[in-house]
């Protein structure tokens, strides 16, 4: 018999058919004339992993409390596989969540610190300990189930919080900034686990981070959040590759922004006409936009080829000179300060150990990419 496919493989937010697992609905929540959270809806589906992710004080952790339980709603209606949440209180509800700070016990070890939750509930003895092992060997832990959180490390009591978030069986697991605490090597470590972990399970996960590359690594979907509003919803690839507003362009990732004004309007193409840029960007695509609109072009450091040589037969190429070269180790950044006064970054892989050839300071250089490697933004 197959093992049931992840919601990453599914892709049920591709299904209009297919049924939510969490119903968000013009959720607001307000602490007196501040408004935290604005007129939110969302639906996240069975087996996510499912990322909110923006700024501090956008509202991620108070929708993430709201599901927890822990705020109520001022206006709206949360569902969790069904069942309005209204009044339902934390411990009552199939969630469980999991903080930043951990909260161990420090006077219990690793095994009663997971088992603790189970004990509160009633569970017997051997069930508590079947299940305390179970999952200990999920995380890996079995053989530091006697030691207590002070001798543990930062990735360990991470897994230790996991564990005891996790053994309960809540049908949902709310996570806020649960890698924070970490080291920048062991985050992206336990971010694979952490993936491991919830695919094997099948818990939906619902996670609250700032950092885009965590949310790009681990996530099914992305939730981008701003000023108490999710502002675009995709999969990793869709939030990077086709932001929906100029926010989004410049919160994920590194981007070049060309202001500018659309002068040729077709059904498989436009033309930008863009100061910044100081030539006229060929775009492959058509645009909804209203003639002669002000936009910008976004485009990443990536996507644009550098080289001392202008290039032959290309219809968006521009020049300047570079400024600063910073290298770090997979890659190296250019800053190049164009003709028209305008600073941009061009990012170059790092595919040979020693490249004496390489574009260094103060040369000149010519910049050009494809009329399919930027987005046109209009908000």
């Not at 930043?100 to 088992?115: C, D, G, R, T, W």
């Not at 309960?168 to 694979?192: H, I, M, N, S, Y």
Request: hydrophobic share 40%.
């Amino acid at each position: 018999m197959s093992e049931p496919k992840s919601a990453a493989e599914t892709r049920p937010w591709k299904d209009p058919a297919a049924v939510p697992f969490i119903s968000i609905k013009n959720v607001t929540k307000k602490f007196g004339a501040f408004t935290a959270v604005n007129n939110i809806s969302l639906d996240i589906y069975r087996n996510e992993l499912f990322c909110l992710l923006g700024g501090s004080g956008c509202g991620k952790s108070t929708l993430l409390r709201m599901l927890s339980g822990f705020e109520e709603i001022t206006s709206g209606t949360i569902e969790i596989d069904g069942q309005d949440m209204v009044g339902i209180a934390p411990y009552e509800r199939a969630t469980n969540m999991m903080f930043q700070s951990y909260a161990l016990f420090p006077h219990m070890n690793v095994e009663k610190n997971i088992a603790y939750g189970l004990k509160r509930d009633g569970m017997g003895g051997a069930e508590i300990k079947d299940r305390v092992a179970e999952i200990l060997k999920l995380v890996q832990l079995e053989e530091f189930a006697r030691r207590k959180p002070g001798q543990l490390s930062g990735g360990q009591k991470q897994r230790v919080a996991l564990a005891r978030s996790l053994v309960k069986k809540p049908k949902v697991l709310l996570l806020d900034e649960p890698l924070g605490a970490l080291d920048k090597k062991l985050r992206e470590e336990t971010q694979f686990e952490l993936i491991k972990i919830q695919e094997s399970l099948g818990v939906t996960f619902v996670v609250v981070t700032h950092d885009q590359e965590e949310a790009m690594t681990i996530s099914t979907r992305i939730g981008v959040m701003n000023e108490g509003e999710i502002v675009q919803v995709g999969e990793p690839h869709e939030i990077y590759e086709y932001p929906n507003s100029r926010f989004v362009a410049g919160f994920i990732g590194s981007v070049n922004v060309f202001e500018g004004q659309v002068v040729d309007d077709e059904q498989d193409h436009v033309v930008v006409r863009s100061p910044d840029a100081g030539i006229d960007i060929f775009v492959s695509h058509g645009v909804s936009c209203a003639p002669n609109q002000k936009v910008a072009y976004a485009i990443r450091p990536e996507k644009i080829s550098m080289s001392r040589d202008r290039p032959k037969d290309k219809k968006n190429v521009t020049s300047g000179m570079v400024e600063e070269v910073g290298y770090l180790g997979n890659l190296s950044i250019y800053q190049v300060m164009l003709e028209s006064g305008k600073q941009i970054r061009v990012a170059k892989p790092n595919i040979v150990r020693l490249d004496e050839e390489a574009i260094s300071w103060d040369e000149k250089v010519f910049l050009s990419w494809d009329g399919s490697a930027g987005v046109v933004l209009v908000s």
